[in-house]
């Protein structure tokens, strides 16, 4: 699968601390072993010059406060809030100079942020995405960008899940639905 590198960015999904980290309140021993994959695909997207973004899953203390329906806090417990150390990127992925942070407080990077908007702006079609939960903001992240008319492709061995079939349904439905999947081996720039 061949990419140009001036059109397309590595959507690095909330690969934090609450998530990643083995003291985190969300950490899955499966998440944790994506940070490596992970780490290749940034180092790959870097070499040939491929624009670089990650998301931070971040809630405000009381972002779901009064809500009718939608809370992750009951969902999920209380995780990665607005200032703490959960909410930080993991330190063996930090970003660099140069690569853009997009703070979400939703599944989807693209609702309520400036995703779109930053994209569009720098000619970026095609995006690489890798990162946590597949099969969930991976997930809902790769939708909202097929639906925006953005190439969605899952790098499938890069991907941190809960469980074995939930990764496999992600990609699954990624691929057949609105996007494409790929391994780390097959990703290739001109």
Same mark, same amino acid.
């Given at each position: /699968?061949?990419?140009?590198?001036?059109?397309?960015? =590595?959507? $690095?999904?909330? /690969?934090?601390?609450?998530?990643?980290?083995?003291?985190?309140? +969300? !950490?899955?021993?499966?998440?944790?072993?994506?940070?490596?994959?992970?780490? &290749? $695909?940034?180092?790959? %997207?870097?070499?040939? @010059?491929?624009?670089?973004?990650?998301?931070?899953?971040?809630?405000?203390?009381?972002?779901?406060?009064?809500?009718?329906? !939608?809370?992750?806090?009951?969902?999920? @417990?209380?995780?990665?809030?607005?200032?703490? *150390?959960?909410?930080?990127?993991?330190?063996?992925?930090?970003?660099?100079?140069?690569?853009?942070?997009?703070?979400?407080?939703?599944? &989807?990077?693209?609702?309520?942020?400036?995703?779109?908007? *930053?994209?569009?702006?720098? @000619?970026?079609?095609?995006?690489?995405?890798? @990162?946590? =939960?597949?099969?969930?903001?991976? +997930?809902?992240?790769?939708?909202?960008?097929? +639906?925006?008319?953005f190439r969605p492709v899952v790098v499938e &061995?890069?991907?941190? !899940?809960?469980?074995?079939?939930?990764?496999?349904?992600? $990609?699954?439905?990624?691929?057949?639905?609105?996007?494409?999947?790929?391994?780390? %081996?097959? +990703?290739?720039?001109?």
């Open positions: /699968m061949r990419f140009d590198p001036d059109s397309t960015a =590595l959507v $690095v999904v909330d /690969m934090q601390n609450g998530f990643c980290h083995e003291e985190g309140s +969300l !950490y899955a021993p499966a998440i944790g072993e994506a940070i490596e994959p992970v780490g &290749d $695909v940034i180092e790959t %997207a870097r070499e040939v @010059g491929a624009q670089v973004l990650y998301t931070r899953d971040v809630h405000p203390p009381g972002q779901f406060d009064g809500n009718h329906y !939608y809370d992750e806090f009951e969902r999920w @417990g209380e995780h990665v809030v607005e200032g703490s *150390w959960e909410a930080e990127i993991v330190e063996a992925l930090e970003p660099e100079e140069g690569d853009h942070v997009v703070e979400k407080h939703t599944y &989807d990077a693209f609702y309520e942020t400036e995703l779109e908007g *930053w994209l569009t702006a720098r @000619g970026i079609d095609d995006l690489v995405i890798c @990162g946590t =939960l597949a099969n969930v903001c991976v +997930l809902h992240t790769a939708a909202s960008a097929g +639906l925006r008319d &061995d890069a991907l941190g !899940y809960i469980e074995e079939d939930h990764l496999e349904y992600a $990609v699954e439905h990624s691929e057949w639905l609105f996007g494409e999947a790929t391994t780390r %081996a097959g +990703l290739e720039f001109e």
